[in-house]
């Protein structure tokens, strides 16, 4: 495993009212949220970034405001209808 280290501001650890290892916690968790939403990582691999299973992963997609599925109106037309 790769270790990344940088420099966190002491108003940013005071702001959010946290200590060092949740914050790196939630940084980690934030990121692996919008790499996801981005589509650069599958939810698998967002959830091993983010140090948790998959399923607690996609249950805080709505935490943070992330879609868990990813549709266009034309996509979602296309869709055979379920009745």
């Given at each position: 495993?790769?270790?990344?280290?940088?420099?966190?501001?002491?108003?940013?650890?005071?702001a959010l009212n946290l200590p060092p290892?949740?914050?790196?916690?939630?940084l980690r968790m934030a990121?692996?949220?919008?790499?996801f939403e981005l589509g650069r990582m599958s939810s698998g691999a967002a959830a091993r970034l983010a140090g948790v299973p998959r399923v607690v992963f996609l249950s805080r997609l709505a935490d943070y405001g992330v879609d868990t599925f990813k549709m266009t109106e034309?996509?979602?037309?296309?869709?055979?209808?379920?009745?």
């Open positions: 495993m790769n270790r990344i280290a940088f420099e966190v501001p002491e108003e940013s650890l005071l290892e949740a914050l790196a916690a939630e990121a692996a949220m919008k790499l034309e996509e979602l037309l296309r869709e055979t209808p379920l009745a």
